[in-house]
């Protein structure tokens, strides 16, 4: 008999979540960054300075967090799988009793919930466990490596927009343009991440747009602050 397999959107979950937040990041907090020296009255060579030295620290830092994060995860996940290992060894009854009942509370009658339980474990009683009591399955445990690696260069890939803003603007539109061309790198995000996941944009777009263009706004309020004090 032939397998009917299906490609399901939660799939990308874990690549999905660091590259939406590392693009995010790229974006906001170089641009908000650039938009604050410039604000400030800095000259283009300091704002070329300070958004690439903001990429690549921003980068590292994604990739460091992502990495030490994630990290926290797996051990938590490990340790949970050790202690269940553990119990399925000296425990291997009420072990079984416990599966079925996780069967039997979602309607499944008794007797049939302990027959399922028996031929589940009898195939891979971690496994089992692992999916129905721990809730840890392939699509969802963690992956430090990924997570560090994908955050950093998403973080690289929407730093650099904001960069080459920078570069290319005229001195009188600087402020003006980072804003304008940072929130359409903004929108085009929310609208990657949403159709990558399956949501309608709208929600998503708005979500991006209203943060980003809240933290610029913010940092180039702050930054004219300094520049008039300094």
Request: hydrophobic share 50%; no cysteine.
């Amino acid at each position: 008999m032939p397998h009917h397999r299906e490609s399901h959107l939660v799939a990308r979950i874990g690549w999905l979540r660091a590259a939406v937040l590392g693009a995010n990041d790229g974006i906001v907090s170089t641009a908000s960054l650039i938009i604050g020296v410039s604000a400030s009255g800095a000259s283009r060579s300091s704002l070329l300075v300070s958004g690439i030295a903001g990429l690549v620290a921003g980068a590292m830092s994604m990739a460091a967090g992502e990495y030490v994060s994630v990290s926290s995860q797996s051990d938590t996940e490990r340790a949970d799988l050790d202690r269940e290992r553990q119990e399925l060894a000296t425990q291997p009854e009420a072990e079984l009793d416990e599966l079925a009942g996780f069967y039997v509370e979602r309607g499944v009658e008794p007797d049939l919930a302990r027959s399922v339980a028996a031929q589940m474990m009898a195939r891979d009683a971690l496994g089992a466990h692992a999916r129905d009591e721990l809730h840890i399955t392939e699509l969802t445990t963690a992956r430090p490596v990924t997570a560090a690696f994908t955050s950093a260069a998403t973080f690289t890939a929407g730093a650099l927009l904001p960069v080459i803003l920078a570069a290319v603007l005229p001195a009188g539109v600087t402020v003006a343009g980072e804003a304008v061309g940072s929130i359409l790198f903004l929108a085009l995000l929310g609208w990657i991440g949403a159709r990558a996941g399956g949501a309608s944009p709208a929600r998503p777009v708005l979500r991006v747009v209203f943060w980003g263009a809240l933290a610029m706004a913010i940092t180039a309020g702050i930054g004219r602050l300094v520049g008039a004090s300094v």
